[in-house]
């Protein structure tokens, strides 16, 4: 098995979860608390992230929860890439919803940090993740 080498990344804006120059995206806007090593956004997920008939995708679902955790950990690095993405649903979220996630980061001693998230609507959790995420730094 080859080793992978990580590259740097770079970000130009288009991402499909937070990037504001991505017309079809989430353009979600994350904030970091860095004391706290916390990240939040507020998003509303119209009928166009819809996987099931008035139920959004779950794909979409785990990436504001990854994209969360990736916040959580900037605000000790400036450079991370998701290794592992483990995703707990435990309820529909519908079509038109205002969802609030949040992430938190567990771990910062390796290379590889620990990282969770949840998903809420109205206090109530609809989804959480547990994720490692690569430092580049």
């Keep these: 098995m080859t080793e992978m080498k990580l590259q740097k990344v770079a970000d130009d804006s ?21 004391s706290e090593c916390r990240s939040s956004a507020r998003v509303h997920l119209p009928s166009e992230f819809q996987g099931w008939q008035d139920v959004i995708h779950g794909g979409v679902l785990a990436a504001l929860l990854d994209e969360a955790c990736i916040y959580a950990c900037r605000a000790k690095a400036d450079q991370c890439v998701t290794a592992e993405l ?25 290379k590889i940090w620990q990282a969770s998230a949840q998903l809420k609507i109205d206090d109530s ?13």
């Design 86 to 110: 483990q995703v707990r649903y435990r309820k529909p979220v519908p079509v038109g919803a205002l969802v609030e996630v949040t992430g938190r980061l567990e771990d910062s001693r390796r």
């Design 125 to 137: 959790l609809y989804a959480e993740a547990q994720a490692k995420v690569f430092i580049l730094d």
């Design 14 to 34: 288009a991402c499909f979860v937070c990037g504001s120059k991505n017309p079809i995206g989430l353009q979600a806007e994350f904030t970091t608390d860095e």
